[in-house]
């Protein structure tokens, strides 16, 4: 899924924008066609502490308004749960994509771990081997 809105930024300014009070967000919309109903999300949306999430969810809105009541007997019950999520300003997945960018941030140094406070490290220590394979030093 697209991220939007974090063009350019690295993952430590997308942190304090979160610690600020920005927010993930998807929005839930429905496309009916008769006797079949799709329920699908939109792309996910960085929502900063000083916008308003209703320039991103407009769209979700008039889709749902349009397409999602005609498929019986859940397109109904779908775009009335899909609208809620749109009025209350998205359905919030920061957790999950803090935790995704925070696993895969360039920046992080991950040569090293503190486990029960020992310090381990991956990088390849020199034995005289040649053996270039990481060691991993686990304290138990």
Known sequence: MEIKNIDGLKVSQIR????SGGKFVIFPYTVSIVLMT???SS???????EESSFKYSYKHVL????FGWWG??????YTIQSLYH????GKEVTKEIMTHLAQH?????????????????????????NDDQPSYNIPR
């Open 38 to 40: 799709f329920k699908r």
């Open 72 to 77: 019986l007997p859940w397109g109904p019950v």
């Open 16 to 19: 304090a924008i979160v610690n």
């Open 63 to 66: 889709v749902n308004g349009i």
């Open 105 to 129: 941030d360039p920046e992080a140094n991950t040569s090293t771990y503190n486990i029960n406070g020992a310090v381990s490290s991956n990088t390849s220590h020199s034995t005289g081997n």
């Open 86 to 89: 749109q009025i209350s300003g």
């Open 43 to 49: 792309s996910i949306y960085l929502v900063r502490p």
